[in-house]
């Protein structure tokens, strides 16, 4: 088995500060024409239901350049939802993600292949490691908040030494860096 293959699962194609900072003319470039986002501390702080203006603003350009996305989270269905509607996208409520069922649910609605679709989260094990395992290109952003599920917060706890770990590997680097990409 090749040398860091285990650790490639939790490495994402790119490392963002957050989704605003999406690169959409590259991702265009790629061959993306699908994106998938998780909602809670990637759109939105963790259980709250208000879409802010610059979210708001983002899907509309994300309609505007050809995009289609939809909404990929493990949280209630109503809540998902509520958040869906305002944002005029589909959604998929209770995903067990990292499990591919709901990525693959999701590529089906956007009617994209894995390879021309992309997933946006805050979470290596949920969201990374799901796209990954798929082969979808993955896009990891920094968490909008501290405030979380109390079993998310257990895991950010090895999260953070993964992280560290592909660091220190070359395989990721800081989202504060200008090339914040993780793997080609």
């Known amino acids: 088995m090749r040398k860091n293959a285990w650790l490639r699962l939790f490495c ?4 963002l500060a957050s989704v605003q900072a999406l690169p959409l003319a590259d991702l265009k470039r790629h061959g993306l024409r699908g994106l998938v986002f998780d909602l809670d ?3 939105l702080n963790w259980n709250v239901c ?28 109503d809540r ?5 509607r305002v944002l005029d996208v589909p959604a998929i409520s209770k995903a067990g993600k ?6 693959r ?6 009617g994209t292949s894995a390879a021309e679709t992309a997933v946006v989260g805050d979470q290596l094990f949920t969201d990374i490691l ?7 290109f993955t896009i990891l952003v920094v968490p909008l908040s501290r405030r979380e599920f109390v079993g998310t917060r257990l895991m950010r706890c090895l999260e953070r030494s993964v992280l560290r770990l592909l660091a220190q590997r070359g395989l990721l680097q800081n989202p504060a860096n200008p090339s914040s990409s993780g793997r080609n």
Do not use: I, W
């Open 130 to 136: 799901g796209g990954n395992r798929l082969g979808l």
């Open 12 to 15: 994402p194609h790119l490392y």
């Open 41 to 43: 501390n990637t759109l």
């Open 80 to 84: 998902v939802e509520v958040v869906a």
């Open 98 to 103: 990292p499990r591919s069922r709901a990525f």
């Open 50 to 77: 208000d879409v802010s203006p610059q979210t708001r603003s983002l899907f509309d350009r994300l309609k505007a350049e050809g995009f289609r996305s939809c909404l990929v989270s493990n949280n209630k269905k």
């Open 105 to 110: 649910q999701a590529m089906a609605v956007l």
